[in-house]
Every structure is written in structure tokens, then in C-alpha cells.
């Protein structure tokens, strides 16, 4: 068997690590002896270019730290000033630094070096996301020849957008590199090879092989899911102290997102302030959860957002709430899985609403923690990945608070029979396309 060589921006470092891609990977990685390599999340003004190995996982794991400066230019900068607005479709968020784009570049060198060493022939070497683009190219210049496989976890962006980054040519040059390239939805395969016809050159001489920049590869589909059968075992194991409580017994609505300008809260909000205004009638019979745990807050996108998003909840608490009843409950911290696997399960109605995403495992994970016997109902943006294969849900365009709230409004009301038919549907996608068939189905085409 070959072994897998699995390469992310941070490594899971704790004693048992869990999470979404932990289990992807884990069988995987245990079976063929395989290795993770990433970063440590340590700083540090002259870090060594070696790998530190770590005990206590199934599987080998290597962790490298990061100055201060290629932390900032690499993670802070390019990664998440130019790269996340730009595949997110904001391209009016994009700072261009040329000191961003040399920390990107020497950082994948760096990882390139450290790795080499440990490399055997036979690896197949499988880069995750966006912030990592170039390491197949920093590995092909040291002659490593291995399959290495790529997936980006966010959305591509079109030709439009991909236009307003500083190199794109050099953008699908280190695609190139790979062996595969794999997208979450059909429509960023489109805008990939879109964007390459205009920005760089491309031929696409039948299925899913394409000959980019002079180099042949294969770029596809492959959306990622959950662990289906644990996200339901935690919420049917759900505390009944961890519930949230209502002292009029109103209706729950929740969204759980990162605090990030992709994830369309204010959106959401605006919807469920005209949702309330054109119905008098739910007044302290429906609200909405929403949690947003922190991200990135040293980027000023971010604190504008934060600043945005506490201002419209405050709003509307003071123009619709009763001494008994709170419209929106904002949490902006953390919350741990058993207990949003119970809130989930609690909710009549799922909001994902991002105005941009790659998959958004939120959706599917509210789907698992349903009880079939009566679950809610998920309302989804189009603009999510899970749209494409999640159809039985209420599809609706963020941008347009008239529609969101009329969705809202029918996930409300909407019949027994009907909620169940939904959901049986959208459950039966979600187990029978969950994280183990996603790496599985990746590293077979892949090797």
C-alpha cells in the first residue's frame, strides 16, 4: 500500500485529535503508516527548517513553526487578505502587497525542504486548501516526481475575480504541478477551467484531463461530507441541560458560521428584522440563534464585520423584544460539538446562508442531528456548495431579504409530512456521502 503523506496549514496536535478532516484522513493515514505534516501553530523569531515529530495519534505527525514575519505575510497576508476575499468574490477586499506574496512563495519552499527528507518513492502526497498552492511546484523544483494530489476547501473563484490577483498566470503555473486537482462543487470546476482559458493556458482534450501550462492533470468534483454516524450518535446523546431555553416557548432558528463577511449574518439578519415586521403575529414565537465564534480579528475586515453584525442584533432586539422574549441570541465564542450536535437537534429551522462557500459542513451537519421522526427544516443559499447535491431544502439567494424571509416563514408553518419527506431525502445524501467516501473516492482517483 501506498503511504499517505497528508500536508495542511495547522496540524492537529492534541493527545486524540478529532474534527472533520481528522476523520477524512485517519483511516487512511493508520493504514498505510502515513504522515501529517503542518504547521504548529508556534512563532518564533529563528525557527529551525526541520520537522518535529509528535507521539499520541494513530498515525505519524510533523509539525514546522513560522517566524513572525512569514506568519504575517504568508497566513495574514497573501493566504487570507488576497486569497480568501478574492475566491470569496470579494475582490474589493483584496490587499496587494508585494512583501505578501514573497512570504506565500518562501513559505511553501520552506515546507518543500523540511519534507524532502522524509519523502519515499512511492508517497502519494495530498495538500489540503488554499493556503498551500504552490508546494507542489516548490516539491516538482527539488525533483520530487510523487503523485500529489491537491483540494481546495473554498470556493474558486471566476475570471473576473481571479483577474484582480496579483499573479494569476503563476496561480494556475502552481496548479499545474499537481496530479489532480479537486474542487467541492461543479461550479468551481467551471470557473477553474474558465478562468485558466482566459488568464493562462489551457486544453481540455476529453473527461476530467486538462493540459494546463504545458503539464497534463485532471481537476474534479468532489464534495466533501461529515461523519454522518457520529454527529448523530452526539445528537441523540444531547444534555437536556445544554438545551436553550425559551420563556414563551417560541420557535428556534439557528445559524452557526465563523464571524467572516463570506458567511452572509447581516444578511440574515436584515431578513429575520423584515420577517418580524411584515409578522406581527410571531412576535415571541419564533427567534434566532445565532453563533459566530472569532476569526482572523487582527484583519480590519473582520472587525467590520464583528462591529456590523453586534449593531444589527442590538437594533433589533430593542425595536421587537418583550420583558419575556429575545429575537436574536448573539454568541460570539466558541461552542463545543456535543453541545451545537443538541442545538441542532432542538432547532425547527437550519439558516445557511452564506453569499459565498465552498461545501458549508453546517448544513449537513444539521441535517444528521435532526430526529427523522420530526425534524426541522433547512433553509440553504445557493451560493453554498452543499446546494448542488442538498436540493430538498429551501434554496434561497442571500442577497434578497424578501426571499429569506418568506423561506423563513415557510419553514415555519410547513406540514409534518412534508418536513419528513425533506429530510429523508437529504439525510440519505448526507450518510451515504459522508467524509470517509469523500477521501476514499479522492485517493482512489488520486493514485
Known amino acids: 500500500m501506498h503511504r499517505l503523506v497528508a500536508v495542511s496549514n495547522r496540524l492537529p496536535l492534541c493527545d486524540n485529535p478529532s474534527g472533520g478532516l481528522v476523520v477524512a484522513l485517519q483511516d487512511a493515514l493508520s493504514n498505510s503508516g502515513g504522515l501529517w ?41 497573501y493566504s487570507n487578505s488576497v486569497l480568501w476575499p478574492a475566491f470569496h468574490g470579494r475582490a474589493d477586499l483584496i490587499e496587494i502587497d508585494p512583501v505578501f506574496l514573497d512570504g506565500y512563495r518562501r513559505v511553501s519552499e520552506k515546507i518543500a525542504r523540511m519534507m524532502v527528507p522524509h519523502l519515499k518513492e512511492d508517497d502519494r502526497i495530498w495538500i489540503q486548501d488554499y493556503q498551500l498552492i504552490p ?58 477551467t474558465e478562468s485558466a482559458a482566459q488568464l493562462a493556458e489551457i486544453e481540455m482534450p476529453g473527461d476530467d484531463v486538462i493540459r494546463l501550462c504545458q503539464r497534463e492533470t485532471r481537476a474534479g468534483a468532489f464534495p466533501i461530507g461529515i461523519d454522518a454516524a457520529g454527529f448523530m450518535g452526539d445528537a441523540r446523546k444531547a444534555r437536556e441541560e445544554d438545551r436553550m431555553r425559551s420563556l414563551t416557548n417560541s420557535k428556534m432558528m439557528i445559524g452557526v458560521d465563523r464571524l467572516d463577511y463570506s458567511k452572509g449574518i447581516p444578511q440574515r439578519f436584515r431578513a429575520f428584522q423584515l420577517l418580524l415586521e411584515n409578522n406581527p403575529d410571531l412576535t415571541e414565537k419564533v427567534m434566532l440563534l445565532q453563533i459566530a465564534p472569532p476569526t482572523r480579528e487582527s484583519v480590519e475586515a473582520y472587525q467590520d464585520i464583528r462591529e456590523e453584525t453586534e449593531h444589527l442584533a442590538g437594533r433589533i432586539n430593542g425595536q421587537f423584544a418583550t420583558v419575556n422574549w429575545t429575537p436574536i441570541r448573539f454568541i460570539h465564542r466558541p ?18 446562508t452564506p453569499l459565498a462557500d465552498g461545501m458549508n459542513l453546517v448544513a449537513k451537519e444539521y441535517v444528521a442531528a435532526q430526529d427523522v421522526a420530526n425534524p426541522g427544516v433547512l433553509i440553504l443559499s445557493r451560493f453554498a456548495g452543499a446546494a448542488e447535491t442538498m436540493d430538498e431544502a429551501l434554496i434561497v439567494n442571500p442577497h434578497d431579504p424578501w426571499d429569506m424571509a418568506d423561506a423563513m416563514k415557510r419553514a415555519i408553518n410547513m406540514t409534518s409530512n412534508e418536513r419528513r419527506r425533506r429530510h429523508s ?23
Open 37 to 77: 505534516i503542518g504547521f504548529s501553530g508556534e512563532q518564533s523569531e529563528d525557527p529551525a527548517e526541520t520537522l518535529t515529530f509528535h507521539d499520541g495519534a494513530r498515525f505519524q505527525r510533523a509539525s514546522f513553526d513560522l517566524s513572525e514575519e512569514d506568519f504575517d505575510s504568508y497566513y495574514l497576508g
Open 135 to 192: 508546494l507542489a511546484a516548490a516539491l516538482r523544483k527539488l525533483g520530487v516526481t510523487n503523485r500529489i494530489g491537491f483540494f481546495l476547501h473554498i470556493p474558486f473563484p471566476d475570471p473576473a475575480t481571479c483577474a484582480a490577483l496579483p499573479n494569476p498566470k503563476e496561480m494556475f503555473e502552481w496548479l499545474s504541478q499537481y496530479d489532480l486537482i479537486g474542487f467541492q462543487a461543479q461550479r468551481d470546476v467551471r470557473n477553474f
Open 335 to 352: 461552542i463545543p460539538r456535543h453541545e451545537l450536535a443538541g442545538l441542532y437537534r432542538q432547532a425547527n429551522v437550519g439558516l445557511v
Open 425 to 447: 431525502a437529504l439525510l440519505q445524501n448526507v450518510v451515504e456521502s459522508d467524509v470517509a467516501w469523500w477521501a476514499d473516492n479522492y485517493l482512489k482517483k488520486l493514485g
